[in-house]
């Protein structure tokens, strides 16, 4: 881009505001993929344990979406968030009553996990919660389209 006679005025521009900085381009080397399983390997941890995916489904009757015209009670609401990254894993819940009181529930995960995982967790930790209320019409919100969309069995 640097070393180039014909530019459009979006490039001139960008030619312009990098002009100051000292950019230099470098061919990024091949790296095999055993290499990056070998590290992987040797940063194994020695005290896993796998996850546990039980469930206590034993008090939930069905996961359906309920047209509101037919709600017999007044439904609370659960939203739900989980995040993964280099520092840590964290899930938070708050369960909404249909009053508006809010209800929070944090935690931060002390094991490795997927950001998919973090939400599943902040799901179930939501859920969990609401079964322990005895809450009978529960609405579900979260930001993983991976996570609502197995919940509502599609």
Same mark, same amino acid.
């Given at each position: 881009m640097m070393e180039s006679t014909a530019l459009?005025?979006?490039?001139?521009?960008?030619q312009i505001l990098l002009s100051e900085f000292d950019i230099v381009y470098v061919n990024? @080397?091949?790296? @095999?993929?055993?290499?990056? *399983?070998?590290?992987?390997?040797?940063?194994?941890?020695?005290?896993?344990?796998p996850l546990n995916f039980d469930f206590p489904? !034993?008090?939930l009757m069905c996961v359906a979406t309920i047209e509101e015209g037919a709600l017999e009670e007044l439904p609370w609401k659960l939203n739900f968030d989980g995040a993964?990254?280099?520092?840590?894993n964290g899930i938070g819940a708050v369960l909404v009553s249909p009053n508006g009181d809010h209800y929070p529930f944090t935690s931060k995960l002390d094991f490795d996990c997927t950001n998919n995982m973090a939400e599943y967790e902040a799901c179930i930790m939501g859920v969990r919660a609401a079964? !322990?209320? @005895?809450? @009978?019409?529960? !609405?579900?919100?979260?930001?993983? *389209?991976?996570?609502?969309y197995q919940l509502k069995g599609e």
């Open positions: 459009n005025g979006r490039m001139a521009r960008w990024q @080397k091949a790296v @095999k993929g055993t290499v990056i *399983a070998d590290f992987l390997a040797s940063r194994a941890l020695e005290d896993y344990e489904n !034993e008090d993964s990254n280099a520092v840590g079964i !322990e209320c @005895k809450i @009978k019409v529960l !609405e579900v919100y979260g930001d993983s *389209a991976l996570v609502i």
